[in-house]
Nanobody, 123 residues
Framework: VQLQASGGGLVQAGGSLRLSCAAS????????MGWFRRAPGQEREFVAT????????YYASSVKGRFTISRDNAENTVYLQMNSLKPDDTAVYYC?????????????????WGQGTQVTVSS
């Protein structure tokens, strides 16, 4: 399984970005997916997660109401729409596949990780 994240970039505070994560393989629709981020000098942090069916989602309190996770199982892709971006959102964002169809907030429940995409929010 390979996960390819894209869509990062430089944006001003208040702006928006949409991250994408394309997965290889035929079993994408059987697994939950998540987004995590790591800011410079910080620990990896949970951002958002979605169950395999797409019917259930969960967000970190810091992004709830601003970020939306979604998935297209026909396209083997998970998305993270980020609105009202703040400088504190600056980080490398990683997508990951969970160990089963459920969603989780802890990294140890994810077994495949993408390479990360840089998001920089200027003030």
């Amino acid at each position: 399984v390979q996960l390819q994240a894209s869509g990062g970039g430089l944006v001003q505070a208040g702006g928006s970005l949409r991250l994408s994560c394309a997965a290889s393989g035929r079993t994408f629709s059987s697994y939950g997916m998540g987004w995590f981020r790591r800011a410079p000098g910080q620990e990896r942090e949970f951002v958002a997660t979605i169950a395999a069916s797409g019917g259930s989602t969960y967000y970190a309190s810091s992004v709830k109401g601003r970020f939306t996770i979604s998935r297209d199982n026909a396209e083997n892709t998970v998305y993270l729409q980020m609105n009202s971006l703040k400088p504190d959102d600056t980080a490398v964002y990683y997508c990951a596949r969970s160990v089963n169809s459920a969603y989780y907030t802890t990294p140890r429940q994810y077994d495949y990780w993408g390479q990360g995409t840089q998001v920089t929010v200027s003030s």
